[in-house]
Structures are given as C-alpha cells and as structure tokens.
C-alpha cells in the first residue's frame, strides 16, 4: 500500500509494529470518548473557500522561541517513540531537520539526548516530567542544556497516568514480568521484520534518559510502572519555579485545558503552552483541544504563544489551528504512525504531505502568509 495521507500511515504502522506497540500509540483513556471528540470536532469546523485572490505565493513559515521554521508544526515529544523504528527519535530528528520543524524529545524516549544530539545538526526541544527526584530533574536539565536544546516543554497533565484499557489487553500495562514479556515476544514474532530490525539490531530498549537512576537495565516492561512510581503528584504552581531556576532558555507549558489553568500560566512568565488533553490519553470525557482553543487564547493569547495538539492529521486539520487562534501545532501520533511503517524517510513524507495539504488549504482559503489565516477563514 503506498501512503498518501496520516490515515495510510496509520494502516501501515498496524501490520508493522507488535500489537501492543501499536495499541500503546493508538490508544486514548477509559472509553476514549476524547481523543474521539479531538478528531471529531476538528473535522466538524467548516472553512470558507475563497476565489480570485493571487495564491500564486504562499509563505508556511513560522518563528517559534527565536528559531525559524518552515511550517508551524512541531514533532511533539512521544514516549518509546525509539521503539517504533531502529534508534527511533535519532530517525526522527534527522526528519525534522530535513522539514525544517523543530523536533521535541520525550523525557521517556529509548535514545537518550546525548545520542540524539550527536546526530542533530540544529537544537532540538526537551520535554521534562516532574520526577520526585528533584536532584536527577535537575541533572536532566543540565543535560538538555549541555545537549544544546533550544527550548524547554514542561508536561503538567499527567501526575498519575490515565486507564489505558487497551495498554491492559495488549500486555504492555499490568501483568506479571514474566508474562507479559511472554506476551510481548509472541506479538513480536508475529512481526518478524520489526522483531529483526527493531527488537534485534535496535538495542538497547531502555529509557535511555532514565536509565542512570534505574538500578539495572530497564525494560519496556519497566515503562508504566517507572511512570506510576516516580512522576511527582504532589506538582504544583510552585515548581514552576524550580523549572525556572535550573532552565535558561523557553519554556513551554503543556497540557493547559482550562482557560483559569491559563491565566495562572501567564503570571509565570513562561514563553508558550500547548493546549492539550494528552491526544485523549489522560482524563476521558474532557473537552477536546480545538473546544478550549479559542478561550485559551482570549484569555492569555497576547501574553504568551498558544500552540496546540489533538486530532491533528492532515494540513487541513493545521489551517484550522491556526484560524481557531493557535500559533502552531504539535503533531503526536501523526508522525510515529510514519516513523513506524517508514523510519525517518516515513516522517519526512508525512511532513511533505502535511506541508502540502497545507499550501492547498491556504490557497483555496485565499491565505498567503501565517498571519492571513485567523477566523476570518472559519465559516461560522
Ligand atoms: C506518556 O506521555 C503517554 O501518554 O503514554
């Protein structure tokens, strides 16, 4: 099957990766009600087509935190993405680069920041959890720093982790060690391409940025129960702060919701959030991201960069962002649903084709330039 669109890839990663890689990815919370409502009600906003306006030049281009890009899309951060392709975040970035978007590491990636950062020829953004452990918090920042990462994503949905009932089913979550890497090695086996390039020449599987504080090597199976034991519940307002202490450079919170959440963000003088529920994966039931949008932004808009996720597949699903009031957008499963069917050649063809959709939509909206796309393009 050749992929032409985010929905090709996503059949794709489906026959190339384990079940339980791809229902981990796939997967929202409880009923998944909202991660349904993030796709759903993004592809209920009607655009109004407009004619006869000179699109013979359109500019995608974007400055972000001082950088500039060539569309406003980010790779957000996404755990063991690394499990998906060989060294899988050391592909991606190369992709990113290649687009020209800025590419963000996940606190729980397989390849650690340094082995991302030997490969990148740009900086690329670090995203931090709220570890107990303040004083391995505040080494990770150093190593980001020292990593040369440009900006700071600091994730404040997930104090506990939500039900994922399919990460139950699939083996990933909640069996004994034994049997779920019983599990797991026979869903690989099934995958016999993946289990030679990924589960064989792609070690070491571990965290590779958590790994020092483990005591031995940490497995996959380690992951959840690693996420359940050591993110901080006790977080709050106040280790902003410590956030602030031990980082120089932007700082992006993400996963605001609430337009209150928002205004107690812009007093802390962070550069930007990201509108988030966690691409569904956290508390079911909740708004979808493009929902909170546009009272985020009346609310903190002319203090800080609003970016957003959630639902977002295709460059038609960006021009809507941006006209609901976004700067730009991160795309999360988007792009490890390419990385899984096509390494870093798959993310840099779903970027292409983001792009271009993009370019389409702008010019059949009569849009030439980032600042041309605002609700004036919504057909309300
Ligand atoms: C972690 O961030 C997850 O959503 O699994």
């Known amino acids: 099957m050749k992929a032409v669109s985010v929905a090709d890839y996503r059949i794709i990663a489906k026959k190339r990766v384990p079940h339980f890689l791809f229902e981990y ?81 996940s606190t729980v990636s397989v390849c650690p920041i340094e082995e991302v950062s030997r490969v990148a020829s740009k900086p690329f953004w670090f995203q931090l959890y709220m ?8 080494d990770l920042l150093a190593r980001a720093s020292e990593a040369n990462c440009s900006a700071l994503i600091f994730t404040v949905d997930l104090p506990v982790p939500g039900s994922r009932y399919r990460d139950y089913r699939s ?32 070690r070491p599987h571990q965290l590779g940025n958590i790994a020092p504080v483990l005591n031995r090597d940490s497995g996959l199976e380690d992951f959840l129960a690693w996420i359940g034991k050591s993110f901080d519940p006790s977080v709050s307002w106040q280790d902003l702060e410590f956030v602030r202490d031990n980082w120089d450079g932007p700082i992006i919170i993400k996963g605001i919701l609430d337009p209150d959440d928002a205004r107690q963000a812009a007093t802390l003088q962070l550069d930007a959030l990201v509108v988030s529920n966690h691409g569904g994966r956290q508390l079911d039931g909740v708004s979808s991201s493009v ?30 962002m941006l006209a609901m009031g976004a700067k730009s957008v991160l795309l999360g499963r988007s792009w490890v649903y390419a990385l899984a069917a096509n390494g870093q050649v798959g993310v840099e063809h779903v970027l292409e084709l983001i792009h271009k959709e993009m370019l389409v939509a702008m010019a059949l909206t009569g ?13 309300s």
Not at 131 to 138: K, L, Q, T, Y
Not at 291 to 320: C, E, F, H, Y
Not at 367 to 379: Q, W, Y
Request: net charge negative; with cysteine; proline share 3%.
């Open 25 to 105: 990815l796939d997967g929202g919370s409880f009923a998944e009600t909202t991660k349904e409502r993030n796709n759903s009600d993004l592809e209920s906003i009607a655009l109004r087509q407009r004619v006869l306006r000179d699109v013979s030049e359109i500019d995608t281009r974007v400055e972000l935190f001082g950088h500039s890009y060539e569309m406003p899309v980010a790779l957000a951060p996404v755990g063991i993405a690394g499990m998906y392709a060989r060294r899988g975040e050391v592909q991606a970035v190369r992709a990113a680069e290649a687009a020209g978007v800025p590419f963000s590491l």
């Open 131 to 138: 570890i107990r452990d303040r004083s391995f918090m505040r």
């Open 171 to 202: 083996g990933l979550a909640g069996e004994s060690r034994l049997s779920g890497n019983i599990r797991r090695i026979a869903q690989s086996l099934l995958r016999p391409h993946w289990a030679w390039d990924v589960g064989i020449l792609g």
């Open 291 to 320: 929902k909170a949008l546009p009272g985020i932004v009346d609310a903190v808009g002319d203090q800080m960069d609003v970016l957003v996720d959630g639902g977002i597949s295709s460059g038609l699903d960006v021009v809507r």
């Open 367 to 379: 849009c030439r330039s980032m600042a041309e796309i605002d609700t004036g393009v919504l057909n």
